[in-house]
């Protein structure tokens, strides 16, 4: 019945952009945190930006300030990562997570690749 599911992931070059939306449905009370986490292959996984719907504020990895914007519909049920001026390093796949309360819920990844 809960699902996160991610979208948008895809083939870019460098200095592209590209949009990645996640969805979360199933839930009978609101988000208090979403998140987008990558992880490189042979690389441990790591937070590229988070946000809390309730006011808004969000984090972002220092590597992709200025360049990714994550953001929230009104209904706070989805969350987007527009990634702008992309790098060969933000090649990974791209999760997004749902914290309801204390439980964690995970969408099963996009691809994203940056490459000429």
């Known amino acids: 019945q809960v699902q996160v599911v991610e979208s948008g992931g895809g083939l870019v070059q460098p200095g592209g952009s590209l949009r990645l939306s996640c969805a979360a449905s199933?839930?009978?009370?609101?988000?208090?945190?979403m998140a987008w986490y990558r992880q490189a292959p042979g690389k441990e996984r790591e937070l590229v930006a988070g946000i809390t719907p309730a006011d808004n504020n969000t984090s972002y990895q220092d590597s992709v300030k200025g360049r990714f914007t994550i953001s929230r519909d009104n209904a706070k049920n989805t969350v987007v990562l527009q990634m702008n001026s992309l790098k060969p390093e933000d090649t990974a796949v791209y999760l997004c997570f749902v914290r309801v309360g204390s439980r964690g819920y995970w969408g099963q990844g996009t691809q994203v690749t940056v490459s000429s």
């Open positions: 199933g839930f009978r009370v609101s988000i208090n945190y």
